[in-house]
């Protein structure tokens, strides 16, 4: 075991995700999510909760553990038991699950299924390449936030460093002794059959007659189709993909690629389905098609779920990130009768602005970020891309209740009125950090100084307008259209999100971009110099 310290244990946080490499076969990228890793930040994750919920040794902590398909899950899994183990708290091993679930089972009453849980571990990351791996924890008051993150790894750095031979043999065989496994997607799936018979009217097979096909990617959310789908009568023939393959032989499992929507609105036009449905690896973000072809995904997404909530929720508060368009703000404001604020991005960021909302009396019932990530009040402010479309399944399902047929033409109309842009792009400008430029300095203070640069050289041209609420970079309208340039949360890198009504236009607020930014050397407009063409 090589010695690493608290900066290495840190590079492997990603906001309130843990990401590293778990296994060799991409070239240059170096594993550093190891099984020891794995098992100091599970020791760790044991520590942290035992703090949190005020226990001492002779309580004892139950720890769930689920994972998605990739071909690193076992190993990780085994290695965080041990972790868990040896710090003396019990463990449930879920096998393949979804991330949703892993936060349901600390809510769950049902000792049938060693619930509730007073933590759970999801082995998951997300749509990255087959050779990442990570871990997403959850109590019973949600995911853990951003300060827990750091909390935890810097803990795992001690104990790492304090392993021996002895005391991993230890872990390894009190792992073996309180080994238990149960099923609890049984549990997960039946809830969601239970929402969707309930918003029907307590009918059997509300779905009956609908062709609904269900592409996984060869993640987690194959269960779909066969626990969800078919109980409530759906026909869900020409559904792809469903089984589990951790190298994602077919497209990435990923609702915002452009080849993975591609493949479900192929899946549905071949099989003149009323509807299609796309989740990402680990089922935590969805996307649709309705029986046109036409995407429900991104601004679209967001219109139909505020469409639905605001049916329920009259004049709620809709919160999304800060690259959401103009046309969505006026279809929830004028159209809708409800508000739009618009956030940062980052699906924690928007979920924890809709829940600080209604701390303060300001109604919120649903944060939702382009991404695919969405959660609603009702169900625990949860990121849950299943429950996502039990919401629009039930819309269907209601529909038929009453009378109002047409498959998925009722969703089409929901978002009857939206205006979309003509020409949309995201440009992204790196930040090269080993530039004279930033001398001692930061990535992130040399971003922050591009934005301010743009911020303070709109003033002088009087066909842009500086947005008058802005929560995130520095968003312009003119030309008929916006731009938003900001800092990436993670990375040395300023996002540039263009919306117009044409090319031509898109081009003139690129052009005042890169006027405003010609003065940083150690910023790469060449993706922006080459869509404005120039040289």
Known sequence: MPYLDKTDFLKLQNGSDIRGVAIDGVEGEKVNLTEPVAEAIGAAFAAWLMEKKKADSSQHLRVSIGHDTRISAKLLQNAISRGLAGAGLEFVHYGLASTPAMFNCTLTKDEAFLCPADGSIMITASHLPFNRNGFKFFTNAGGLGKADIKDILERAADIYNQFTPESLKNSEKKALLNFKKVDYMIAYTSDLVKAVRKAAGNIEKPLEGFHIVVDAGNGAGGFFAEKVLKPLGAITSGSQ??????????????????????????????????????????????????????????????????????????????????????????????????????????YKNVIDEAIRLNSIGEESHLAIETSGHGALKENHWLDDGAYLMVKILNKLASARASGNGGGSKVLTDLIEGLEEPAFATELRLKINQFHPDLKEGSFREYGEAVLKQLENSIGSDPSLHKAPVNYEGVRVSGHGGWFLLRLSLHDPVLPLNIEAPSNDDAVKLGLAVLEAVKGFGGLDTSALKKFVGAS
């Open 241 to 346: 993909f469903l089984e589990p393959d951790g190298l994602f032989p077919n497209h990435i499992p990923n609702p915002e690629d452009k080849t993975a929507m591609k493949a479900i609105t192929q899946a549905v036009l071949d099989n003149k389905a009323d509807l299609g449905i796309i989740f990402d690896t680990d089922v935590d973000r969805s996307a649709a098609v309705d029986f046109t072809g036409r995407e429900f995904n991104r601004n679209r997404l967001i219109a139909l779920m505020a469409a639905i909530v605001l049916e329920e929720h009259p004049g709620t508060t809709i919160v999304t990130d800060s690259v959401t368009s103009d046309g969505l703000t006026t279809f929830i404001e004028k159209k809708l009768g409800g508000k739009h604020h618009r956030f940062k991005r980052g």
